[in-house]
Nanobody, 123 residues
Framework: QVQLAESGGGSVQAGASLRLSCAASGRTYSHGDMGWFRQAPGKEREFVAAIMRSGSNTYYGDSVKGRFSISRDDAKNMVFLQMNNLKPEDTAVYYC????????????????WGQGTRVIVSS
């Protein structure tokens, strides 16, 4: 089992930045590849970013490329999502997820999920 807890969400104006954090605990060695997804009201959950356990490979959704950055601190079992130049369309609940194998951008590849943290961006 892997437990994930997100934090760092909030309400900001367009153009602002936020940094989301995800604290992992439990059997993190078995599910070391991490991802962030988001779900806006009335929409399906979508891929935001992913990072491999080595930290060498990262992946981003088209809508966040160049604005968001994923990173990790394995010594603290933490994963971060730095979000810059936020737009109203970034408003969503952001979820941290952990996977063992599979496609890093596919939701079905992830076995464990956090409860989510809400981000609201106003214009």
């Amino acid at each position: 089992q892997v437990q994930l807890a997100e934090s760092g969400g909030g309400s900001v104006q367009a153009g602002a930045s936020l940094r989301l954090s995800c604290a992992a605990s439990g059997r993190t060695y078995s599910h070391g590849d991490m991802g962030w997804f988001r779900q806006a009201p009335g929409k399906e959950r979508e891929f935001v970013a992913a990072i491999m356990r080595s930290g060498s490979n990262t992946y981003y959704g088209d809508s966040v490329k160049g604005r968001f950055s994923i990173s990790r601190d394995d010594a603290k079992n933490m994963v971060f999502l730095q979000m810059n130049n936020l737009k109203p369309e970034d408003t969503a609940v952001y979820y941290c997820a952990a996977r063992r194998i599979g496609n890093p951008i596919a939701m079905r590849s992830y076995d464990y999920w956090g409860q989510g943290t809400r981000v609201i961006v106003s214009s």
